[in-house]
């Protein structure tokens, strides 16, 4: 009885204790509000749709239904017509479009004849899910039209061709790499450093260092440096793992994926750092890292590209360091591109490094309240 | 000169004054206790003094550079220890040493010299390779001196620098403190041993966030007790003799042939022999005449639980 006592007012005690901080509580109970009200925004009703370039080589009344078809079923959204199947594929190469949708020559009369005929999808192999996607809804408007078409012009057949860029087929694993690495590169570093100055202020160590002539980028910019040093070991580390002993596949050069990489975990100490400069403890610290991290995920192109997000998603996609990375990094890994084919990507991450830093220099207070 | 020179500093907390409208004014190379209760406010005046706090309102000078808008040149001349141990425990005696002396700027060989002196002066030699974290109580006190010394201030601000420290060590430091102050360091000290406070030029005794007494040791007892105590024996009872005497009764023990009186006087130096003189000349055998010592620790708790 007594120790059932004891084991109540234990209960108690860490009951109280979880109340009377209110931070962590708004963080129990919002974190996961937030997180389904950010899923609902992302990727709910409003979602977009894929973009695709067609080629109609055709030019007749059919073709011209089919496209209709394609643009109402909502799964796609047109982004250009090409002139030819080349300029069409190119498009996909180039990231502009995540498949190519090329009608033949004669398509219109063979439909009308009653011959069978084929429509190429030409798919964008790096993005295997959305190249999945592609495909089936492709086959889901073609057969929908040749039903509603056979009607009126009797019994046809049109064969869907599948075709890849970058292909033939992307493996799971070198699918997967860049958003593993994406993680690795992003929460650990974060985490790691945003801890690191409320840390100082929890063992009371700031008081002292700030009573030195120390400036605030003196402080920022040696703590980014000490973690950076730490930090790239062990990317260096889980890359050399990835690629000589899982066998990643790496279709672009490798310097350019390092570079990449290590802007990656720059870019996510100096947000941690800036978590840092701004959190009161540890537990505030962690706890806003992990919240940061929750957006990354979602709308960061992680589970789905970007663009097929609704357009509020998309915006805030844009603000993460993470989609220019998985980006610039699927993009060498997968496509085979240099260093200069995302120079758009590097620049954004440097210019976040940069932006992070030098909030954290200016939020940085050399205070102890 | 005027090491530090704070103006009417203030420091709410939410809704709590915790400081409320201090003033103090410490000459160059004294020693200045501030002394005072549990939470009377000391260590957050000493943070407001060393910008380590922003003040509510009040502005605060070290040898004439303000505070808040020149602090990094304050940090150069000022020494600081902290009420909590406050060093690096994850790094040794030696590391956390040479670690301030690059961050104070001193130069390769100064540092050596410096850490070397410090580490004879504090009896750090021993412990140089152990981390700080796993040092005794009193041992990361000196540590923590020593490196408030490092880089030779002018101004050393150590609050409560001997709790949990043995009597020997407790001595040890002061007699420091004196060292420093024939070296003209001014010194900014708190402290709850009132036997320690009495080596201080001067105090301020801090009460409830304000200052309620200011003056040299002497000074604030003679404004506890409203003067100096002077006790009396003699035969028969002095009283009807003392009229007209600037002393007034405080207590007074007699068993009819013998008295003892205890008086309370403006000055008890000036008082002690015109006074016996008078009560002679009066037909008082006065048979011993001497001052009362007046404790430190009495006048503390006089003044500071006057409502
Ligand atoms: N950061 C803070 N937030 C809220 N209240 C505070 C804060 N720091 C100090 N206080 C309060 O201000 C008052 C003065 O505290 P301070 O530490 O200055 O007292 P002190 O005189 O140094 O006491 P001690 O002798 O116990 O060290 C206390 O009531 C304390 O609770
Ligand atoms: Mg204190």
Known sequence: MRRLGALAALIVKDVKQLLRDPRSLVMILLMPMAVMAMFVAGYGEERSSIPIVVVNLDGGPVSWRLIELLRSSGDFRVVAYAPTAEAGVELVRRGAAYAALVIPPGFSESVVRGRSTRVVTVLDASYATVSELVWQAAVVVVQSFMKAASEEYGTFYIDVERQTVYGPKVSSVDSFTSTIMGVLLHLVPMSLIAVSISRERERKTFEQLIMTPLSSWQIVVGKFVAYALVTIADMVATFGFAVYVLGVRVAGPLPALVTVSLLLLLCSLGLGLLISAVSRNQLQAYQAAIFFFIPSMLFSGFFMPVEMLSPAAQAVGRLLPLYYFLRAFRSIQLRGWGLQDVAGEVTALALETAAFLAAAVRVLRLRVE | ?307
């Open chain 2, 1 to 307: 000169m005027l090491a530090i020179e704070a103006v009417n500093l203030t420091k709410v907390f939410g809704g709590f004054r915790a400081v409320d409208g201090v003033t103090l004014r410490v000459e160059e190379g004294v020693i200045f206790g501030l002394l005072g209760p549990n939470g009377a406010g000391k260590t957050t005046t000493i943070r407001m003094i060393l910008g380590l706090l922003k003040p509510t309102s009040g502005y605060v000078r070290v040898y004439g550079i303000d505070v808040e808008r020149d602090r990094r040149s304050v940090l150069r001349i000022t020494g600081y220890m902290p009420q909590h141990f406050s060093l690096y425990e994850d790094l040794t005696v030696e590391e956390n040493m040479r670690l301030y002396a690059s961050l104070y700027g001193l130069g390769r060989g100064d540092a050596e010299e410096r850490i070397r002196e410090l580490m004879d002066e504090f009896m750090l030699r021993d412990f140089r390779g152990r981390l700080a974290g796993k040092l005794s109580g009193g041992t990361k006190q000196r540590l923590a001196l020593a490196v408030a010394l490092l880089h030779r201030p002018r101004l050393l601000v150590v609050d409560e620098p001997t709790a949990g420290v043995d009597p020997p060590l407790r001595r040890y430091f002061w007699g420091k403190f004196r060292e420093l102050k024939e070296r003209g360091v001014t010194i900014l000290v708190t402290t709850h041993y009132m036997d320690e406070a009495e080596n201080c030029d001067r105090i301020a005794l801090m009460s409830r966030g304000r200052v309620a007494a200011e003056g040299s040791p002497l000074e604030i007892k003679r404004l506890a007790y409203g003067g100096d105590i002077i006790e009396l024996v003699t035969a028969g009872d002095p009283r009807p003799a003392l009229d007209g005497l600037a002393a007034s009764v405080l207590e007074f023990e007699g068993d009819g042939s013998y008295s003892r009186v205890r008086l309370l006087v403006p000055d008890a130096s000036e008082a002690l022999v015109p006074l016996t003189r008078e009560l002679e000349g009066r037909g008082v055998r006065v048979v011993r005449a001497y001052q009362v010592p007046l404790s430190l620790e009495e006048a503390f708790i006089r003044l500071t639980s006057r409502g």
